[in-house]
């Protein structure tokens, strides 16, 4: 097949066209304006020269330094510094040219200073200026067709970079049907002046007041670095009196290109979660002893369970665009592995995807799986997670939590899989429930086998996942939709939340931080209080909680606690060389004989004695041995724990 040449386009020669003749009237103007209008004869042939030879030369020069690669409507400072270099470099080359080489070869009269640095002064201003004039243009006159119907009255709430960009966006874009009418922000210096074109009101306090006066019919917030309680107080303002409000995403969300416009979207429950969100960097080696999470993805068949969930589901995107060689999707529930896979495979056509059908409480169908495909990391993220569900299912939650967990690291220490962790939560922390309780002993029972494997072993251990299935938020969200009342179970009952987003990135980041047996959480700053976050969910719909919408209290449900905690008393938190990571050590060394326990915990599912499941956190069932020199069987003392239940 022949490949034609690739010609410039019309616009790209009359850039270089206009640059051409701004050059030339420069060097000419330079000559005239330093000799007062009498330019000797004597200089019309190095006149000549330079129209001839350096202004082509010029240009070539500014194509070198990228120029002609700029959208002249899009003018920049950046783009104002590449002209600045490419002219400055071709001003001293002109120098060095004219007055130390030419003179060896031609009888040419020396190129006065003042003349180099008035061409110089010309060219900048008058590329910058045809620049400038361009984006005057297109600013003054959109292509875009105006829409039938009258702008969107918009007021603009923060006056910095991002709300500039939206001013100039919706000016040259008719499309967008907005109008911006006015800023507010609480820097004094910005008071009265003029961004872009359009006033900076007054403060954001003030904000009921200005959208009266000025007739908006929506506030958007444009200060994408903005603290959610700063999100929060304006969200107050705006709610107390029925305004329509939206906001750009915080710095994280923001695509990588020119335009603001096209990303507003409604106010979400994260950007008031009372903290940045948390970002990590997957490429980054953080410890000498492991490669950075990257580097243990890339190019590896990586195995996720329960991976039609909500954090299977979102590790397994995140873990697609770290480019593995396959990714096995596992998870009972076809519906779920369904929607999954589908939606990989159309986001990543080029990555191999295996969907797995299988329940991990299947020993026999887990290891034909793991043989088959010989994963080189095993994220295990299928279990039971319902609290009050699990308390009346406990059986359940031990089999699925603690047993089927406990067996498939045993399978990946056979395998010979390289990392296998495990996905724990906060309420394996002093359990009170037998879902924590079954968490708990899957970390006490994963951390065991590390001891005698040389397969890595690790717990992730986090809170609340905002927006997960069955979660409090989607809960709270359904209970408004019909009208309230929305019930929370006690006013001063905290909890820790993450985004799901969160939660994965920090299962990922595991991997480049955490040695065999660690269990490791994320700084999630404060818990929250579940009645705030009732009335935060109700004001984001538009209501006001108490009058709107009821909020009803319940009273504790069985195997609740009032608050969680991340650390246990009998953990020590350490750092880890990420500064938002920190990994948690048992203060006394020992760990759960495995086998013995297993056998233990089954014994126990068959009888109806389930309280004596609690007998395997106390200290003197452990045993005392050095890591990897093998376990020993020690003798079970039970100890009576203080458990509210039915005996099943």
Known sequence: MTILPRFP??????????????????????????????????????????????IPSHLVIQGAFGVYRQIWRLFSQRDF????????????????????????????PNLPLGVAVIDWGFCLLGMCLLRLLRSWQTTQHSFSPKPASPAHRVILVGAGRAGAQIARETRQNNRLNLRVVGFLDDDRSKLDRQVEGVKVWGRVEH????????????????????????LQ??????????????????????????????????IRLEDLLGRPEIVLNFAQTLCPEFPSATAQIQNRTIL????????????????????????VLVGRGENSIFHI??????TFPLLEIVPVIADVRHAQRMEKVLHQFRPAVIFHAAAHKHVPLMEQNPTEA???????SAKLALLADQVGVKTFVLISTDKAVAPSNFMGLSKRLAELLVSGIAQQSHTRFLSVRFGNVLGSRGSVVPIFQNQIAKGGPVTVTDPTMTRYFMTTPEATRLVLQSLAVGQTGQTLVLDMGKPMRIYDLAEQIIRLKGYVPGRDIEIKITGIRPGEKLHEALV??????RNTPHPRLYCLVKKQSGYLPVHPTLEKIETILQSSNLETLWQFLSSDYFVRCAPHKGLLVSDVSTREHQHKGADF
């Open 233 to 266: 107080k304006i969200v107050e303002l705006a709610n107390a009196d029925d305004i329509s409000i939206k906001i750009l995403p915080r710095v994280q969300e923001l695509l990588l290109d020119r335009s603001l416009a096209g990303q507003i979207r409604d």
């Open 207 to 230: 904000l009921v007041t200005w959208v009266k006066r000025l007739q908006v019919d929506e506030v958007l917030i444009t200060m994408p670095s903005a603290s959610s309680d700063r």
């Open 81 to 108: 510094v590449a002209i600045f270099q490419a002219t400055s470099f071709y001003s001293l080359l002109l120098l060095f040219t004219v007055r130390l080489l030419l003179p060896r070869v031609l009888t040419l």
């Open 398 to 404: 031990i089999e699925n939590n603690t047993i089927a």
């Open 304 to 327: 996720v369970t329960g991976a039609g969930g909500t954090i299977g589901s979102e590790l397994c995107r995140q873990i697609a665009r770290l480019q593995p060689r396959q990714l």
């Open 341 to 346: 896979d589908q939606e990989l495979r159309q």
């Open 9 to 54: 386009s019309i616009y790209r020669v009359a850039q270089v066209t206009l640059d051409a003749i701004v050059a030339s009237s420069a060097i000419v103007l330079a000559f005239t304006i330093r000799f007062e209008g009498r330019v000797p004869a004597e200089y019309l042939p190095l006149i000549k020269s330079i129209l001839l030879i350096g």
């Open 568 to 573: 246990d008393q009998d953990e020590e938190q």
